[in-house]
């Protein structure tokens, strides 16, 4: 009898573990793989242990995330630009899908995490230190094509930048080159660690990436020194986010949160 009764506290005891893991929330985040890299990831596991709500990341980019929100297949997105920038990333995605143009809900809200700063990055092996906005644009623009013209050596420029629906290409792209058009001969790629690559093999490479996912991902670049450009990290969810997204929001706005925001 009491090895019976062992045994069912036992098997009580195992129900009630898969009960508690099935209790878990889950909440499937889409967009910025600079959210993925800076945030979401590095604070995962605390995030479970502190709200119980685990979640999982799909790395799509800004353009994408907002997108699958819209269309009803995550109830919130990921960004890494401001609400503006992030529904114009999205419809660059529909256009380029070769899909209508979509209808915004007037009751987006935008939850800002922290702030992200964007750097520009060259071969390792690239003298140039330093550049200003207006050499970074004709740079990318494709009307500086080699390096010597900006004070580096003579070498052909190889512009590499990422995808249609990338908030750090918009958020580039208006700061810096004032929404003038990329070089007709840039690489775009799909992917930040893609775009470290690609500057890493190219000896005239340029590239800009987030600050933060460049420290942890470095390749065979470097740094440029130019002046800040930066843009917010956020959530995005169409009206008040439901009640495992507001603990996500809520761990990451709160002191033990914002200790695995990586720099």
């Given at each position: 009898?009491?090895?019976?009764?062992?045994?069912?506290?036992?098997?009580?005891?195992?129900?009630?573990?898969?009960?508690?893991?099935?209790?878990?929330?889950?909440?499937?985040?889409?967009?910025?793989?600079?959210?993925?890299?800076?945030?979401l990831?590095?604070?995962?596991?605390?995030l479970?242990?502190?709200?119980?709500?685990?979640?999982?990341?799909?790395?799509?980019?800004?353009?994408?995330?907002?997108?699958?929100?819209?269309e009803?297949?995550?109830?919130?997105?990921?960004?890494?630009?401001?609400?503006?920038?992030?529904?114009?990333?999205?419809?660059?995605?529909?256009?380029?899908?070769?899909?209508?143009?979509?209808?915004?809900?007037d009751?987006?809200?935008?939850?800002?995490?922290?702030?992200?700063?964007?750097?520009?990055?060259?071969?390792?092996?690239?003298?140039?230190?330093?550049?200003?906005?207006?050499?970074?644009?004709?740079?990318?623009?494709?009307?500086?094509?080699?390096w010597?013209?900006?004070?580096?050596?003579?070498?052909?420029?190889?512009?590499?930048?990422?995808?249609a629906?990338?908030?750090?290409?918009?958020?580039?792209?208006?700061?810096?080159?004032?929404?003038?058009?990329?070089?007709?001969?840039?690489?775009?790629?799909?992917?930040?660690r893609?775009?470290?690559?690609?500057?890493?093999?190219?000896?005239?490479?340029?590239?800009?990436?987030?600050?933060?996912?460049?420290s942890?991902?470095?390749?065979?670049?470097?740094?440029?020194?130019?002046?800040?450009?930066?843009?917010?990290l956020?959530?995005?969810?169409?009206?008040?986010?439901?009640?495992?997204v507001?603990?996500?929001?809520?761990?990451?706005?709160?002191?033990?949160?914002?200790?695995?925001?990586?720099?």
């Open positions: 009898m009491k090895q019976f009764s062992k045994c069912l506290v036992l098997v009580f005891a195992a129900l009630m573990l898969v009960v508690g893991n099935s209790m878990a929330a889950d909440v499937n985040l889409w967009g910025s793989t600079t959210c993925q890299k800076r945030f990831e590095p604070g995962a596991k605390a479970e242990a502190a709200t119980g709500v685990s979640t999982k990341v799909f790395g799509v980019g800004t353009g994408k995330g907002l997108v699958a929100l819209l009803g297949k995550t109830n919130v997105a990921i960004t890494s630009n401001n609400l503006e920038g992030s529904v114009n990333s999205a419809q660059k995605v529909l256009k380029k899908d070769g899909k209508p143009a979509a209808q915004i809900p009751d987006l809200q935008f939850h800002k995490i922290t702030e992200d700063i964007i750097v520009p990055i060259v071969n390792k092996d690239n003298p140039v230190t330093s550049l200003n906005w207006a050499q970074l644009a004709d740079l990318n623009t494709g009307k500086v094509t080699n010597k013209e900006v004070g580096g050596p003579d070498l052909a420029v190889q512009v590499v930048t990422s995808h629906g990338s908030s750090t290409k918009a958020v580039f792209q208006k700061q810096v080159m004032k929404k003038a058009d990329y070089a007709a001969s840039a690489i775009q790629v799909k992917s930040t893609l775009e470290i690559n690609e500057v890493s093999k190219a000896p005239g490479g340029v590239g800009a990436v987030s600050a933060g996912f460049f942890l991902n470095p390749g065979r670049c470097k740094v440029v020194k130019t002046d800040t450009i930066s843009r917010p956020a959530l995005i969810t169409i009206g008040d986010p439901a009640p495992e507001q603990k996500v929001i809520d761990f990451y706005r709160s002191a033990e949160g914002q200790k695995y925001i990586l720099d």
